[in-house]
């Protein structure tokens, strides 16, 4: 979905390929939640949905900004930060406790984030493609909110559900920008808007269905996985090729948010759920 996404962005616009998107995926998600008859959820789930939605529409225009600029690897090596994150946003908004451990974890998850970003430093560099590789931290910290909330919202609300109003309430975000920078897609692209919104509707009903049943330090190691399967796209899509610096620092940061998987508590490690 990400490699989609980011021909589909060279191709029509970023703006223009999160809008289409966004209404293909929404029209897909009603359909599917008029065949299957699911209910119309209540206020306080409707709550969830909307403030997910925004966190999500924010962070993959940060996200999906960056990936126009850096290698489709590279940056999601670094988004693996944001298990790291959730572990102090859980702190912060659920009040729990972060251990010696999980500190000594992230710390070194900075150290794999600091790798990755050393070979954007050396010699000649492009700066979009610094620039990007900060888009992507700022993604991260708005992708372990929005961790936190996707747990919670798979425990009330069905896939279907979950992944129709993500993309409802992400259009009704990038629809205030339309009146200035919308444009219909060329015929020729509106097999990939198809696909990246067929790819992201399946990978978020996916998500909530997994997350709703099984606890995160189950299912974050095979999130890892998505590093390896981005350097095979990247580099037969794009051509990108991944650097020694990018591997490392991957490998650091996913030691250490498998450390601060480890070192919480069962019941409380349900708030790192979480894709874009």
Known sequence: MDAAMKGLSLAIGLYNALFWRAVTGTVLGLCLMLVTRQRWPGRAVLRIHLLRGTVVAIMALLFFWALMRMPLAEAIALSFIAPLIALYLAALLLHERVGRQAIGASLLGLVGVGIILSGRLQGHYDADALLGALAVLGSAVLFAWNLIIQRQQAQVASPIEVAFFQHL????????????????????????????????????????????????????????????WAAIVGWLAFGERVTLTTVAGALLIVVACLIAARTKRPELAHVEAGTA
Not at 186 to 191: D, K, S, T, V
Not at 204 to 216: F, G, I, K
């Open 169 to 228: 309430v992400m259009l009704g975000v990038f629809a205030t920008g339309a009146p200035f920078l919308l444009a219909a897609p060329p015929l020729h692209a509106l097999p990939l808007v198809v696909l990246a919104a067929t790819l992201a509707f399946t990978s978020l009903a996916a998500l909530s269905w997994a997350y709703a049943r099984a606890e995160a330090q189950r299912l974050i190691p095979v999130e890892y996985s998505a590093f390896v």
